[in-house]
C-alpha cells in the first residue's frame, strides 16, 4: 500500500538541453594533417605552436585508444567527426562585449551565466567558450591591473608565448595517452591564466564550457600558472544540446604551482547524459593534471560529476615540491544508463608530501560508477602521507558500485591510509523522512545531500547551492 | 477525530491486526498496553502507511478524511505524527538543517513561506531548552550517535515543531532514564491540549503515571480485548496481562 512507484516521478527535463540556432562555420570533418593546419591557421597561431601540433599528430597516428575503464564504449570514428567549430563570421574575438552576437549572449544568459558585468556575479570573472572558441571574456581589463592574465589560450599563444611555450605540455606530455595527444594535435580553445608572484587573485576565475554544433567534437585545452606565492581559486562547468548521438569531448587542463603557491580548481560538470534509454549524451574523456613544483604548493581539484553518457577523468597530483599538498575531492553521480571511471593519481615525488582523497560515488537507475585511483609514493619521497576515503551510495538495485583504489611504495617511511564503505539509502530512512512531511524525491536528495556534503563544502561559495540542486535533479526520476 | 473501523492488516503475508476498532475524540488521549507481538506497533506503522504494511480490509478517517489512500508525507502533512521507538539516522545530514528542511514542508504545504533563519534558531533554542536539548545537538548528524534518551527528546522535539493534530507515541519511554523520563513527560504535557489526540503505546506504567490517559486499551491478538480508565493500567501493572 502506498508504496512510492516509479510511475509518480517523471523525469525532470535536461534543462540546458537546448540548440542555439546560429550559423556555424566548421572545418570539414576528419582527422588529418590538413585538418590541423587549417585550425592552427584559423587560430592565426605562430610557426612553432603549429609544429607541436604537428609533432603530436605524428605520435597519434601509432597510439590506440585506451580501453581498460570499466565502460562499454561504442568505437569512435575519429574521421567522422568536425574538429573545429565556430559561430560564422567569428573571424576575431569581439574587443567588447557590446560587439559579441546578442544570440550568444542571449546562449549564455539561458545557462544562468549572464556576460554583462554589471550583470555577473559580484566576484567571479568569466570564460566563455561556445564550440572551438572563446566568445567572450569578463573582468579581464581588471584583472590586469594587478598582473593577472586570464584570456583564451589562442590569445595567450599570440601575446604570452614565452609562458605558454615553457608550460605547455610540461605537466601532461604530448605522448601521454591517445586523447591527451589527440587534444595536442586539434585542441582549438580554452582558458589561459597566470597569476604572478605573491599575488592572491581577488575574484574567482571560471570557464564555461558549450557545446552547439552537432558531430563535433570539443577539445579544451586549459593551462593556469600560479607562481611563487600566489593563489587562484578556478571553477569549469559544463554543458550540451541534447541529441541522439554521442558528442566527443576530450580536454587536457594543465595546472602548475611554484614555491609556496595554492591551486584550487573546481568543475561542476554537467553534460548531456542521454536520455533515460542510454541513447546519446557527451563522452567525456579528459586529462587533468596538475605539478606541485615548488615547495610547500598545493594543488586542489574539487569535481561534481552528474552529466556525460560516459565520464572517463582521473585529475591527479603530482607532488614534485618537498611539503606539497594534493587534494582531490569528487562527487561522481550516475544514473540511467550512464557510465562513470573517475578518480585521481597522487604520485609523491618531494619529501613530507601529503595527499587527501574524499571520493563519493552514487549510483542509480542501471548505472555504473568506478572509483579508480593511484596513490604513489617514489623512493625520494620520505615522510610522504596520503589519506584515501572512498564511499558509494547505491539507489536502487541494478546499478554498479567498484572501487579500484591502487597503490605503489618505495619509500619506507611513508603512510597510507584507507577507508571504503559501501552503503545504500534504506527504506527506513525514506520512511522516517517522509513521516516528517517530505515527499520521496525530497527525502532521497536530503540523504545524498548529506553523503556528499563534505565535497559541496569545498566548493567555492556561490556555486555550492547550485551544485547541492544539480545532484538533486540528476537522480530524479530513480526512488523505485 | 480518528476512526478505526474492522481494520485487518498483514505483513509479511502474516495477519496481526483483526477486526481492529477503536475512535478517538478530539484532545483525548489514549494509552495502548499489550504483550509484546499483540500488534502495538504495527497500528503504529499502519496508520503512518509505513511500506509493506498492506491493509487487507477496513477504513481508517482522520479528521473526516481517508487516511489509507494517502501517501505517508501526505499523512504527515495532514497532521499525523509518528514518534519512532527506534529513530533512524541520517548520517551526514545535520540535525538543524533537517529540521527546518521539514518545518518548511509543512509551511509550503499551508502555503507559506520558508521560515526565516533567524526566527528559526529562536524557535528551536525555546523549545529545545524545554527538552533540556544542548543546542551543539543540532550541528550532530541526525540521531547518528545518539544515546538512547537524545533520539527520542529529537522525537518529542519534531513533535512540537511540527505542530501535528495527532500524535502517535511508540514506546517513546524506552531508553529514557527517570530524569529523562520527567524531563520528556512535561514536555509532553505542554503539548496536550482540546484540538490535539494521542495515541501513547507503551509497556509500562510509568510513563502514564506522568501523562494521565483519558482511556487505556489492552491488545492482545491483534485487537483490543479491554478498554478502561487510567486505573485499568494500574491493575495491569501489578497482575500481568493474563
Known amino acids: ?110 545557462l544562468g551565466i549572464p556576460l554583462k558585468e554589471q550583470k555577473v556575479l559580484a566576484g567571479v570573472a568569466v570564460d566563455a567558450v561556445f564550440d572551438s572558441v572563446s566568445v567572450a571574456t569578463t573582468f579581464k581589463e581588471k584583472l590586469n591591473e594587478i598582473g593577472v592574465i586570464f584570456c583564451p589560450i589562442s590569445e595567450a599563444i599570440q601575446k604570452h608565448p614565452e609562458l605558454v611555450k615553457k608550460y605547455i605540455g610540461s605537466v601532461i606530455p604530448v605522448t601521454d595517452h591517445f586523447y591527451a595527444t589527440l587534444n595536442s594535435a586539434v585542441f582549438s580553445d580554452g582558458s589561459f591564466v597566470y597569476i604572478p608572484k605573491g599575488v592572491k587573485c581577488p575574484m574567482e576565475l571560471s570557464t564555461y564550457f558549450r557545446i552547439n554544433a552537432s558531430e563535433t567534437g570539443q577539445f579544451e585545452r586549459t593551462l593556469i600558472i600560479a607562481d611563487e606565492g600566489s593563489y587562484v581559486s578556478y571553477l569549469e562547468g559544463c554543458t550540451a544540446p541534447m541529441r541522439d548521438e554521442n558528442q566527443l569531448h576530450a580536454a587536457n587542463v594543465e595546472l602548475v604551482a611554484l614555491d609556496n603557491a595554492e591551486i584550487k580548481y573546481s568543475t561542476v560538470q554537467n553534460w548531456y547524459p542521454g536520455d533515460e534509454n542510454g541513447k546519446g549524451g557527451i563522452y567525456n574523456f579528459v586529462t587533468k593534471r596538475g605539478l606541485c613544483k615548488g615547495k610547500n604548493s598545493k594543488i586542489s581539484w574539487t569535481q561534481i560529476e552528474t552529466g556525460s553518457a560516459i565520464t572517463w577523468k582521473y585529475p591527479s597530483c603530482i607532488l614534485r615540491g618537498d611539503n606539497s599538498t594534493g587534494e582531490f575531492y569528487s562527487v561522481a553521480i550516475t544514473n540511467n544508463y550512464q557510465q562513470a571511471d573517475t578518480g585521481t593519481k597522487m604520485i609523491h615525488l618531494g619529501k613530507n608530501t601529503k595527499s587527501r582523497i574524499i571520493s563519493k560515488g552514487i549510483s542509480a537507475g542501471k548505472s555504473s560508477n568506478t572509483y579508480r585511483g593511484l596513490v604513489s609514493f617514489h623512493k625520494k619521497a620520505k615522510n610522504a602521507k ?17 572501487t579500484i583504489p591502487l597503490t605503489e611504495n618505495s619509500s619506507n617511511s611513508s603512510s597510507i591510509e584507507h577507508e571504503a564503505t559501501t552503503s545504500k539509502i534504506s527504506d527506513e530512512q525514506l520512511f522516517y523522512c517522509m513521516q516528517r512531511g517530505l515527499d520521496a524525491e525530497e527525502a532521497q536528495s536530503l540523504i545524498v545531500n548529506g553523503f556528499c556534503k563534505e565535497v559541496l563544502q569545498k566548493l567555492p561559495m556561490e556555486f555550492a547551492v547550485e551544485a547541492q540542486k544539480l545532484v538533486s535533479i540528476s537522480l530524479e526520476g530513480s526512488v523505485g | 477525530m480518528l476512526e478505526i473501523k474492522n481494520l485487518n492488516v498483514t505483513v509479511e503475508e502474516k495477519q496481526i491486526l483483526k477486526n481492529l476498532n477503536l475512535n478517538i475524540g478530539k484532545g483525548e488521549v489514549h494509552a495502548i498496553m499489550g504483550p509484546n507481538g499483540s500488534g502495538k ?202
Open chain 1, 386 to 402: 596520503n589519506f584515501t576515503q572512498c564511499d558509494s551510495l547505491l539507489v536502487g538495485s541494478e546499478c554498479k558500485a567498484n
Open chain 2, 41 to 242: 506497533s504495527t497500528i503504529a506503522h499502519t496508520l503512518a502507511g509505513k511500506p509493506n504494511y498492506n491493509v487487507e480490509s477496513g477504513e481508517v478517517n482522520l479528521n473526516g478524511e481517508d487516511l489509507l489512500s494517502k501517501d505517508p508525507y501526505e499523512r504527515s502533512l495532514n497532521g499525523l505524527f509518528l514518534a519512532f521507538q527506534y529513530p533512524i539516522e541520517l548520517p551526514g545530514v545535520t540535525n538543524a538543517s533537517y529540521l527546518k528542511q521539514i518545518v518548511n514542508a509543512h509551511r509550503k504545504s499551508r502555503k507559506e513561506t520558508p521560515i526565516d533563519a533567524g526566527e528559526f534558531l529562536k524557535i528551536l533554542k525555546e523549545k529545545s531548552k524545554l527538552l533540556d536539548i544542548p543546542m551543539d545537538m543540532h550541528s550532530r548528524f541526525v540521531n547518528a550517535g545518539f544515546s538512547g534518551g537524545e533520539k527520542k527528546k529529537n522525537e518529542v522535539l519534531q513533535m512540537d515543531l511540527l505542530d501535528p493534530s495527532l500524535i502517535i507515541m511508540d514506546e517513546t519511554d524506552s531508553g529514557l532514564d527517570v530524569d529523562a523520563l520527567k524531563t520528556t513527560a512535561d514536555a509532553i504535557n505542554k503539548l496536550r491540549n482540546d484540538e490535539r489526540s494521542f495515541i501513547i503505546i507503551t509497556h509500562y506504567l510509568r510513563l502514564l503515571e506522568y501523562i494521565e490517559p483519558d482511556y487505556v486499551h489492552v491488545f492482545q491478538n491483534g485487537s483490543v480485548i479491554e478498554t478502561g480508565d487510567k486505573t485499568l493500567a494500574s491493575r495491569i501493572d501489578h497482575e500481568g496481562y493474563s
Open chain 1, 1 to 110: 500500500m502506498n508504496k512510492v512507484s516509479k510511475d509518480n516521478f517523471t523525469q525532470e527535463k535536461y534543462k540546458y538541453g537546448f540548440v542555439t540556432e546560429i550559423e556555424s562555420e566548421k572545418i570539414p570533418k576528419g582527422l588529418n594533417e590538413e585538418v590541423i593546419r587549417l585550425i592552427s591557421k584559423k587560430k592565426n597561431e605562430p610557426e612553432w605552436m603549429l609544429d607541436w601540433r604537428l609533432s603530436a599528430f605524428k605520435r597519434l597516428e601509432n597510439m590506440s585508444v585506451p580501453k581498460w575503464a570499466k565502460a562499454e564504449i561504442d568505437e569512435i570514428d575519429f574521421q567522422d567527426l568536425y574538429y573545429y567549430s565556430s559561430p560564422k563570421d567569428f573571424k576575431e574575438k569581439p574587443k567588447s562585449l557590446d560587439e559579441v552576437d546578442p544570440k550568444l549572449l542571449e546562449t549564455y544568459e539561458k
